[in-house]
C-alpha cells in the first residue's frame, strides 16, 4: 500500500461527518467532493493545485481530467490503490470525485450535505481513477 495514498485516505476518513458545502476547501467549515481531495492530501503532506472558480456542473470530462493533471494526478488503468481518486461521472454533465479506501470510498455528498464513507457499488467501480503521479516511485 503506497504511503502517501494511504495518509490521504485516512485524513479523508477522518472528515467523515464535515458539512458538504459548495467550494468548500477547509473541513472545520465544510468541503465540497473537490476540496476533500485536495484537504486530504494537504494533510497527508501534499499540497496540490487547485483548480479555480470551479462550478459544479457543466465542465466537460475533458476539462475536469486537464485539472486533474494540473494538480499531479495521472489517470491509471491499474487496480485501484488506497487514495487513488475515483472520477465518477453523473448526469447532467456532472462530475464526483472521490477517495478510493481498501473496501470503499469518502466523498461529499451533495445529497446527504456532509462528507461519508460508502462501500463500493458500479458507479464507483467503473468510474475514471486517477493517482499521484509520483505514487508510482
Known amino acids: 500500500m503506497d504511503e502517501l495514498g494511504a495518509r490521504a485516505f485516512a485524513a479523508a476518513r ?10 468548500g476547501r477547509d473541513p472545520r467549515t465544510g468541503v465540497d467532493c ?5 484537504a486530504a492530501y494537504a494533510a497527508a ?9 470551479y462550478p459544479l456542473r ?10 486533474l493533471t494540473a494538480a499531479g ?3 491509471t488503468a491499474d487496480t485501484a490503490r488506497v487514495g ?10 456532472q462530475f464526483h470525485l472521490a477517495l478510493i479506501g481498501p473496501v470503499g470510498i469518502v466523498h461529499a455528498h ?9 462501500p463500493f457499488d458500479p458507479e464507483v467501480r467503473s468510474a ?5 503521479s509520483d505514487l508510482e516511485k
Do not use: K, T, Y
Open 84 to 93: 487513488d481518486v475515483a472520477l465518477i461521472a453523473l448526469p447532467a454533465r
Open 14 to 23: 477522518a472528515m467523515v461527518g464535515a458539512r458538504f458545502v459548495p467550494q
Open 45 to 53: 503532506g501534499r499540497m496540490l493545485i487547485a483548480p479555480a472558480a
Open 128 to 132: 475514471r481513477r486517477w493517482r499521484l
Open 110 to 118: 451533495a445529497g446527504l450535505r456532509r462528507v461519508v464513507e460508502a
Open 34 to 38: 473537490v476540496g476533500l481531495v485536495w
Open 58 to 67: 457543466g465542465w466537460s470530462g475533458a476539462r475536469v481530467a486537464a485539472g
Open 73 to 75: 494526478f495521472g489517470e
